[in-house]
DNA sequence: GCGCATATTGTGGAAATCCGCAATGTTGTG
DNA sequence: CACAACATTGCGGATTTCCACAATATGCGC
């Protein structure tokens, strides 16, 4: 399941185009004729980025791009379009596009921004397992754990915490420890840096 | 010191017109006739957005922003062109820039764009100026305490900390207690958060 | 030299946390 | 119903933190 970059173009012509100079340049391709066909074969965790034409027959590239940024794909998409115009190119770097560039290009660069939109994908998604490890231990807390949690995270003691939840002190200390090992951390300041930023 | 949107366009009769149009919608105005004279006028306190003229006598508006980008500004950019072409417009989006009109545009819209920067930029204040705060507490503190901090974040007991720094229990506890005093925490937990981010 | 900030250490007690051992009640699942 | 998971509480002791009171030493500016 390696980093890949995906061709959306109903140009079979740029498609093997495009696929022979980015695999001549070691980055591995995959082509699809439509939006729908790479539609059908996205999933969350696919890696790498898109390259997308802007104008196809059926679901047009912009509309792809929303599809996918509503299924919450972050994958780096850049634009290819023969016949741009400012306030498309602008709306979709606007909404987050890598990139959008218009045909004909300078190969150099077009191989390039691929590379770079590689690149972030790699390094959002190391973040992202980072959050999501995180959240994944959070939610192995009980209810009362992640109340506890809260509550130490403000800086609250244990006697207060106890009045708070209107429970005895034992109880907070039980909760307290419990948590700590399953977040695998020893002290409340080790916690707090654990979630710094997240959640 | 309020924010205003500073006009920067070499046409008078825009920048009469531009001006009209933002002041009749509660948006003050200063405008310059050129890239120079605004960057004569600028500091690193001035709040607001830029209106900017891509093409201009002297320096043109992507020039400016180079510049102001260089000198550390984080203002909001509304680039304005009669002649856009796409490639210029994704760099200047790339660059950072707020957004990137063609003229005649929809004067709803534009105002709409200028109120959106106003409102980031008012944003990137407050957090910027959260930042400072935290930092000048943390100048604030001797060496020691620093020193002390650190450890103290990293989640080590007093006596560890005593130990690293090859001095008794009781010298840790007083940098503690005083440096906990200088950032106004009572307990190691509100320091991480306070810090969590920054530093 | 004097004053001030900083760094250092000690004593001793109050407060809080940490933790093993033990037990009870509730809830939901097979 | 038996079992497991969770929530709850108490006891007692070890460890740690918090803090007031007190003292010594170093370096720097006037």
Same mark, same amino acid.
């Given at each position: 399941?390696?980093?890949?970059?995906?061709?959306?173009?109903?140009?079979?012509?740029?498609?093997?185009?495009?696929?022979?100079?980015?695999?001549?340049?070691?980055?591995?391709?995959?082509?699809?004729?439509?939006?729908?066909?790479?539609?059908?074969?996205?999933?969350?965790?696919?890696?790498?980025?898109?390259?997308?034409?802007?104008?196809?027959?059926?679901?047009?590239?912009?509309?792809?791009?929303?599809? !996918?940024?509503?299924?919450?794909? /972050?994958?780096?998409?850049?634009? !290819?379009?023969?016949?741009?115009?400012?306030?498309?190119?602008?709306?979709?770097?606007? @909404?987050?596009?890598?990139?959008?560039?218009? @045909?004909?290009?300078?190969?150099? %660069?077009?191989?390039?921004?691929?590379?770079?939109?590689? *690149?972030?994908?790699?390094?959002? /998604?190391?973040?992202?397992?980072?959050?999501?490890?995180?959240?994944?231990?959070?939610? /192995?807390?009980?209810?009362?754990?992640?109340?506890?949690?809260?509550?130490?995270?403000?800086?609250?003691?244990? *006697?207060?915490?106890?009045?708070?939840?209107?429970?005895?002190? /034992?109880?907070?200390?039980?909760?307290?420890?419990?948590?700590?090992?399953?977040?695998?951390?020893?002290?409340?300041? %080790?916690?707090?840096?654990?979630?710094?930023? *997240?959640?």
């Amino acid at each position: 399941m390696s980093a890949h970059a995906y061709l959306v173009d109903d140009d079979e012509a740029i498609r093997d185009s495009l696929g022979w100079l980015l695999e001549s340049r070691g980055v591995t391709c995959v082509s699809y004729p439509s939006a729908e066909d790479f539609l059908a074969a996205w999933s969350p965790s696919l890696a790498g980025c898109v390259l997308l034409d802007i104008r196809m027959d059926g679901m047009s590239g912009p509309e792809l791009f929303d599809v !996918l940024r509503e299924r919450g794909s /972050r994958l780096p998409v850049i634009f !290819l379009t023969g016949h741009g115009d400012v306030p498309m190119a602008v709306s979709a770097l606007k @909404k987050g596009a890598f990139d959008f560039v218009e @045909k004909p290009c300078n190969d150099n %660069e077009l191989v390039n921004r691929v590379i770079e939109a590689l *690149k972030l994908d790699e390094n959002q /998604r190391a973040a992202a397992s980072g959050a999501d490890s995180v959240n994944s231990l959070v939610s /192995r807390l009980t209810t009362r754990e992640q109340q506890v949690m809260d509550l130490v995270l403000a800086g609250k003691l244990n *006697k207060v915490i106890a009045d708070e939840l209107q429970v005895s002190m /034992r109880t907070v200390e039980v909760h307290r420890a419990n948590l700590f090992e399953k977040m695998g951390v020893r002290t409340a300041v %080790e916690l707090a840096q654990l979630l710094a930023g *997240k959640r």
